[in-house]
C-alpha cells in the first residue's frame, strides 16, 4: 500500500474535519492520501438513509459537534453552513475531473474553506468558478468536462467502486480491506496503515 485511500463526497458535513486536517497530518506522520471521490448521497439513498433531513434535533447537534472538533483542531468555521448542496453532483463531478487531473485535493479544500468559513455553498456560485480560479483552472473548460457524459460515467464507476468496497458514509478511509468511517477514526485508519492494527 502507497497510501491511505481518503473517500468523500463534497456535501458530507463531517468531510470538512478531515479535508482541513490531512496536508498536516501527512507532514507530520509521513503517511499519504489517495482523494477518492464518489456520490455518497447515492449509497446512502439506496439504504433510505437520510441522516439529517427534517430531523431538527440531530441537525444542531451535528453543527455543535463540529463546532466543538473545529475548536479542538484550530479551524476555522461559519457554522451552521449551508445545508444541504444544492449543487451535490456538480460539485463532486468537478472533483471527479480534478482527480484525474491531479488537482482534486487543492480544489476540494479551496471548496471546503469557502463553503465552512465564508458560507458559500460549493458546487454553487460564486464558490464553485472563485474555487478553480483560486486553483490555477479555467472554470469554463473543468464545468464543461464535469458536465460531460465522460465524467458523468467516471463518477457513477467511482461510486460503483465505493459501494463494491462497503463504503457507506463519508469521510471513509481505506488502508487494505479495513473501513475507517468517520473523521474521528482517522487516527485509528493511519495506525493501521503504519503498523497492520489500532494502537
Known amino acids: 500500500m502507497k497510501s491511505i485511500d481518503f473517500w468523500f463526497s463534497i456535501g458530507s458535513t463531517y468531510s470538512y474535519l478531515s479535508v482541513m486536517r490531512l496536508a498536516n497530518l501527512k507532514k507530520d506522520t509521513g503517511v499519504s492520501f489517495n482523494w477518492r471521490p464518489f456520490s455518497v448521497r447515492a449509497i446512502m439513498m439506496e439504504m433510505d438513509n437520510i441522516p439529517f433531513a427534517e430531523k431538527p434535533i440531530k441537525t444542531r447537534y451535528m453543527w455543535r459537534d463540529i463546532e466543538r472538533k473545529c475548536q479542538i483542531y484550530d479551524l476555522d468555521a461559519t457554522l451552521p453552513a449551508p445545508y444541504p448542496l444544492e449543487e451535490f453532483d456538480l460539485a463532486n463531478r468537478v472533483a471527479i475531473v480534478g482527480s484525474k487531473e491531479g488537482w482534486c485535493r487543492d480544489y476540494v479544500t479551496s471548496t471546503y474553506k469557502k463553503w465552512f468559513q465564508q458560507s ?13 480560479h483560486e486553483i490555477g483552472q479555467d472554470p469554463g473548460r473543468v464545468i464543461e468536462l464535469a458536465n460531460s457524459p465522460v465524467m458523468e460515467t467516471a463518477y457513477l464507476a467511482a461510486t460503483d467502486e465505493a459501494r463494491s468496497l462497503g463504503i457507506f458514509g463519508s469521510p ?3 488502508v487494505g480491506k479495513e473501513l475507517f468511517w468517520g473523521d474521528d477514526r482517522l487516527e485509528d485508519a493511519i495506525s493501521w496503515y503504519k503498523t497492520g492494527s489500532q494502537s
Open 120 to 132: 458559500q455553498p460549493a458546487g454553487s456560485e460564486p464558490n464553485l468558478t472563485e474555487s478553480l
Open 172 to 174: 471513509t478511509f481505506v
